[in-house]
């Protein structure tokens, strides 16, 4: 009888799990794909440095999910790192897991840039865009939507150099800016690029109905969009903290090695309890 309840307790226990992760992916989109797009802050090189680790991190959160992760756009920094990336997650559920990254995240560290070895502290922006359906959420107008092609530079080699392979869209009524340059196609990088562009301006929507919600019931909000949520620390300790939920671990090593299941739990169960950051 005892192994009997213990297999029944083990049943009922998983179904409740899975009870409380649908409690957690109740968003409209939350079962969509995503698209995480970095962006270097303040700290020069260390930035773009801090930005590729960033970039490396959700690479490896994703393989170790079993996702496909594809790199749309990225823009090498001078001496190491990226200024930016874009990348693209393919997953049930990869947005609404990667939802709780947005932000800008902080590292101190002792720069391996700086001759003095002295310690540095950097930020990166994290954006993450539910990747929009072409056909159900957004139109986007051609005539609103101001192209430029010009040469890519970075990697690519010498064909990437010889041809306006790069593509830069203006969206102008929003201004929201968008350039691609991995493909050595045109026509792949301008597709990618209204991707790009379709989820920003579905992010724009769904931050609009936000606030909206908030004035009709008079919360109060940040006006801060993308403030900081995340610190990793390298020296004089080790920790990583989020700042909305107060969840720390020691081990930043695993953390920056893509095992950051616990800190994503960890905020969408602070939403579920009434508490979001």
Same mark, same amino acid.
């Given at each position: 009888m005892?192994?009997?309840?213990r297999?029944?307790?083990t049943g009922?226990?998983?179904?409740?799990?899975?009870?409380?992760?649908?409690l957690?992916?109740s968003g409209?989109?939350d079962d969509?794909?995503?698209?995480?797009a970095?962006?270097a802050g303040a700290?020069g090189?260390?930035?773009?440095?801090?930005s590729?680790?960033?970039?490396?991190?959700?690479?490896r959160?994703?393989?170790?999910r079993?996702f496909?992760?594809?790199?749309?756009?990225?823009?090498?920094?001078e001496?190491a790192?990226m200024k930016s990336?874009a990348i693209?997650v393919?997953g049930r559920? *990869?947005?609404?897991? +990667?939802? @709780?990254?947005?932000g800008?995240h902080r !590292?101190? #560290?002792?720069s391996?840039?700086?001759g003095?070895?002295?310690?540095h502290?950097s930020?990166?922006?994290?954006e993450?865009?539910?990747?929009?359906?072409?056909?159900?959420?957004?139109?986007?107008?051609?005539?609103?939507?101001?192209f430029?092609a010009f040469?890519?530079?970075g990697h690519?080699g010498q064909?990437v150099?010889?041809?306006?392979s790069?593509?830069r869209?203006t969206h102008?009524?929003?201004?929201?800016v968008v350039?691609?340059?991995n493909?050595?196609?045109q026509?792949q990088?301008?597709?990618? *690029?209204?991707?790009? +562009?379709r @989820?920003r301006l579905l992010e724009l929507e !769904?931050r #609009?109905r936000e606030?909206?919600?908030v004035r009709?019931?008079?919360?109060?909000v940040s006006?801060?969009w993308?403030?900081q949520?995340?610190?990793y620390?390298?020296?004089?300790?080790?920790?990583?903290k989020?700042?909305?939920?107060?969840?720390?671990?020691?081990?930043?090593?695993?953390?920056l090695?893509g095992?950051?299941?616990p800190?994503?739990e960890?905020y969408l169960?602070s939403?579920?309890e009434g508490?979001p950051a």
């Amino acid at each position: 009888m005892e192994a009997s309840l213990r297999a029944e307790l083990t049943g009922l226990s998983d179904k409740l799990k899975g009870l409380e992760f649908s409690l957690k992916m109740s968003g409209e989109f939350d079962d969509r794909n995503a698209i995480v797009a970095l962006k270097a802050g303040a700290g020069g090189v260390d930035a773009q440095d801090w930005s590729g680790m960033l970039t490396r991190m959700y690479l490896r959160w994703a393989e170790l999910r079993g996702f496909k992760a594809t790199m749309l756009d990225s823009t090498p920094g001078e001496e190491a790192g990226m200024k930016s990336a874009a990348i693209r997650v393919e997953g049930r559920y *990869a947005y609404g897991m +990667l939802k @709780s990254e947005r932000g800008v995240h902080r !590292l101190v #560290r002792l720069s391996p840039f700086d001759g003095d070895h002295l310690r540095h502290t950097s930020f990166a922006l994290v954006e993450v865009l539910p990747e929009s359906d072409p056909v159900a959420d957004i139109t986007v107008n051609p005539d609103d939507v101001n192209f430029e092609a010009f040469r890519a530079g970075g990697h690519g080699g010498q064909n990437v150099q010889k041809v306006s392979s790069a593509v830069r869209l203006t969206h102008i009524p929003t201004g929201i800016v968008v350039s691609v340059q991995n493909e050595r196609s045109q026509g792949q990088n301008r597709e990618i *690029a209204f991707s790009i +562009l379709r @989820s920003r301006l579905l992010e724009l929507e !769904l931050r #609009r109905r936000e606030e909206e919600r908030v004035r009709l019931r008079g919360e109060h909000v940040s006006p801060e969009w993308g403030r900081q949520v995340r610190s990793y620390v390298l020296h004089p300790y080790q920790m990583v903290k989020d700042h909305r939920t107060d969840y720390e671990t020691a081990d930043v090593t695993k953390v920056l090695d893509g095992h950051i299941d616990p800190l994503l739990e960890a905020y969408l169960l602070s939403t579920i309890e009434g508490a979001p950051a």
